[in-house]
Nanobody, 115 residues
Framework: QVQLMESGGGLVQPGGSLRLSCAAS????????MGWYRQAPGKERELVAT???????NYADSVKGRFTISRNSAENTVALQMNTLKPEDTAIYYC?????????WGPGTQVTVFS
């Protein structure tokens, strides 16, 4: 029922920036939390950043100081600003919405960091 759609991925050089956006089909405060996850080739999906309904934010250690998650409740969007990108950030990035123990995922957007 809940639909998520990511946008903003692309190819960027190391040290560059991208801003991802996730558009939800309903009020984002319907969710306990929203977040961004990523999966690199041959790797397991991993948490990048989450923000819960109370505004508490968690980041993976690998992105702390470089990535920023934010939300716009009026637009039902959650963004991920990614700065100082590294080749190891290359992955498919997925938007997530959680209601209790139920997760909804977007189809993903590719981020490639390569010179």
């Amino acid at each position: 029922q809940v639909q998520l759609m990511e946008s903003g991925g692309g190819l960027v050089q190391p040290g560059g920036s991208l801003r991802l956006s996730c558009a939800a089909s309903e009020n984002i405060f319907n969710f306990n939390a929203m977040g961004w996850y990523r999966q690199a080739p041959g790797k397991e999906r991993e948490l990048v950043a989450t923000i819960n309904v109370g505004g508490v934010i968690n980041y993976a250690d690998s992105v702390k100081g470089r990535f920023t998650i934010s939300r716009n409740s009026a637009e039902n969007t959650v963004a991920l600003q990614m700065n100082t990108l590294k080749p190891e950030d290359t992955a498919i990035y997925y938007c997530n919405a959680r209601i209790l123990r139920h997760d909804t995922w977007g189809p993903g957007t590719q981020v490639t960091v390569f010179s």
